[in-house]
């Protein structure tokens, strides 16, 4: 069975830094592009950021996706952090916002950039 559990949120204050993690069970996700997503109140899930199978980090503006396939868990350090990226943030195989590969979805872990 597959398993995404997600930690590391919480509160920040705008400029400030969250780094976040998904420990991954049923797969290996080094054979999978795996993906950060994230859905704010109100929103449909959008995908926030993707590392490749052949990467172990992609940056991409002021978030970087890593993984580490020898503990099959995904990461995302999150720098200079707005209100506007305010939501509940999932990990997944693949790019897709509105499936999962494997058919299901963590609980998220909610992060919130406020003063």
């Known amino acids: 069975q597959v398993h995404f559990v997600e930690s590391g949120g919480g509160l920040v204050q705008p400029g400030g830094s969250l780094r976040l993690s998904c420990a991954v069970s049923?797969?290996?996700?080094?054979?999978?592009?795996m993906s950060w997503f994230r859905q704010a109140s109100g929103n449909e899930r959008e995908l926030v950021q993707i590392?490749?199978?052949f990467l172990t980090a992609f940056e991409k503006g002021r978030f970087t996706a890593s993984r580490d396939n020898s503990k099959n868990t995904l990461y995302l350090q999150m720098d200079q952090l707005k209100p506007e990226d305010t939501a509940v943030y999932f990990c997944n195989a693949g790019s897709d916002p509105r499936t999962s590969v494997f058919g299901s979805w963590g609980q998220g872990t909610q992060v919130t950039v406020s003063s």
């Open positions: 590392v490749s199978r």
């Open positions: 049923g797969f290996n996700i080094s054979s999978y592009d």
